[in-house]
């Protein structure tokens, strides 16, 4: 598949790994999930998936029900969920998701790693019609799995597409469907890895190795950020 690809499929990696090393981020999704929703994963499906996020990650339990505590807190109240967007280096866009308890802080960190980027933060709305919303569970295929029949439960919760690559399996849907699918993937009894609503480009662009490189400087400062959640581009 070319050079190009392999370099962005091990940066990708190269990111998750990193990112599930921050037991603080996820900390603060599960503390989010919580006040939203209340502290009980069982009537709180957020939560329930923000404690599942951590838990394939290796966080510790005691790390997780500490900050279901903290959603009772005062502390709680002040960490607010904000998106910003931005345009990066050879054009490239870039969308962030941050849970922040210092907006001024976070809007000055995030400017300063778009500068020093070769980018610049753009106004809000101005990229988010570009990606599309979209529930992903991942889960691992396993013998004993019937796709078929899998793929005809899952399409009554909203399935869109279901995809397989090697051991893994991915069902893609509406992020309004998020709740539902991941539901139904329980009472199937599979055992879902990771499961988020995420950002998908809906017009990818293709950039040169050259370029990937000045691209992934700055998405690495910009996921280095405390109080940054996830970072989207437009890059296929």
Known sequence: MG??????????EKRWDKMSKMFPKLAKSITVAAKEGGPDPESNAKLRTA?????????PK?????????????DAALITEINYEGKGPH??????????????????????????????LVQGGSLEFLFDR????????????????????LIDAGLEELEVSDDRVYVYGEFTSFGNLTTACEEM??????????????????????????????????????????????SA
């Open 62 to 74: 005691d790390n997780i029900e500490s900050a279901i505590k903290r959603a009772t807190g005062k």
């Open 3 to 12: 050079r190009a690809f392999e370099y962005r499929r091990a940066a990708k």
């Open 91 to 120: 054009g490239v866009l870039i969308f962030v998701e941050c849970a922040s308890d210092n907006t001024n802080r976070t809007v000055s960190n995030l400017k300063t790693y778009f500068n020093k980027g070769g980018g610049q």
């Open 134 to 153: 979209k529930s992903v569970i991942e889960f691992e295929k396993k013998e004993d799995h019937n796709l078929e029949e899998i793929e005809l439960e």
């Open 189 to 234: 009894g599979i055992e879902v890895a990771k499961a988020s609503v995420q950002r998908i480009p809906n017009n990818p662009m293709e950039f040169t190795e050259e370029q990937l490189e000045d691209i992934e400087k700055l998405i690495d400062r910009i996921e280095d950020d405390e109080d940054v959640q996830a970072v989207y581009t437009n």
């Open 51 to 59: 404690i599942l996020n951590a838990k394939a990650e290796n966080m």
